[in-house]
């Protein structure tokens, strides 16, 4: 690859921007985020990319904040993809978390990862109140860092200009079903839903003590929550709980964000068709990344283009992890053709971007992305 953060040659997938398209620019996704209209291209957007393919794409090790900054840029993002808040402890990978859970388990306090069943962290009422909690600050688990303001200060100094962090925040209902596991929190909604009511209050009230910290940070442009919701054939639970529990917590979580006139999305996996009402009216700018077959993102745009825009679009499945370089090219097109005009749409799979999608398919999408993305182009029928 090319040092030239304007160039990217991978096989048969190329693309040059000038220098106006090859400069960060984050006004491009706060423009279609705020739904206000064309740019000068479609933004190409992911909200996580794996480190294999990162490091396949920018032909060195991501060791540090400025490879990190290095892969986004070269990519031609005009953002870096951060986390923050409890994911660290609903992941088990937060120190504190990993000792607690040592001494409890016996198991080995270096592994983190999904919650298990039968290692549930939080079974009963006992568990919350004897739980670990880590300040609002701390609950990063950023190595090499202090606290969370130390390694925004440190990112802040290594964005080229133009560039911004767009911050993963999320976690309320996952972060609650995770922590408890899946059985006893299904079983604690009628049996004692004031627990689940406290965890779920703990989550949101410590995810708005981290979104406060974030806003002192101009390096932050955008937030985004993600919070799976759905199977691929519909929500998890029924809408109700999420309805008394969780919307709460991203109305306030999304007021706070337009008081700071910041853009907040939502990312969601599976079936969102029942409860985009519901998203909708709890005031989320975006939403991502309507998986196909059960969503149809060009049919979503269409009926509610005028108060959310979309993200995402490009099978993951079919078409990134399975298809060829042309076939990625084409399904790029087919959706920019449908999605780009008027603006409101972020460009990206409709998923995320795993160790498993061959990297020439993700060279093809980044080179059909900018270049059937340019909205003169576009209006010139190219």
Known sequence: MSDNPFQFSIQNAQ????????????ERVR??????????????FELSIHNNI????????VASIADEVGFWRSAGYDFVSVRAGVRSIVRGYHPLVQEWRSCIYGLDAAVGGWAAEEKAFIRDRRDLEDFPWPKPADLGGYPD??????????????LPSGMKLLVQLGYIFMGVWQLMGFENYCLKLADEPDLIQELTDWLGASQLAVLEMLLEHDC??????????CYNSGPVVSPRVYRKYVYPWYVKIVDRCHGAAIPVGLHSDGDLGRLLPDLIACGFDAIHPFEPPMNDIVAVKRQWGDRIAVAGGIDLKSTLCNGRPEDVKAEVREMAAALAPGGGWLLGSSNSIPDFVPVENYGALLAAGLKYGRYKQRRKGV
């Open 145 to 158: 860092y202090e606290d969370l303001d130390n390694y925004l200060e440190a990112m802040a100094r290594s």
């Open 220 to 229: 932050v442009g955008s937030v985004w929550m993600p919070d799976d919701l």
């Open 15 to 26: 693309f040059s921007l000038n220098s106006a398209e090859g400069c960060p620019d984050f």
């Open 54 to 61: 990162k490091v396949a794409i920018l032909g060195r090790p």
């Open 31 to 44: 423009r279609v985020m705020f739904r206000q209209g064309e740019g000068d291209r479609v933004p190409l």
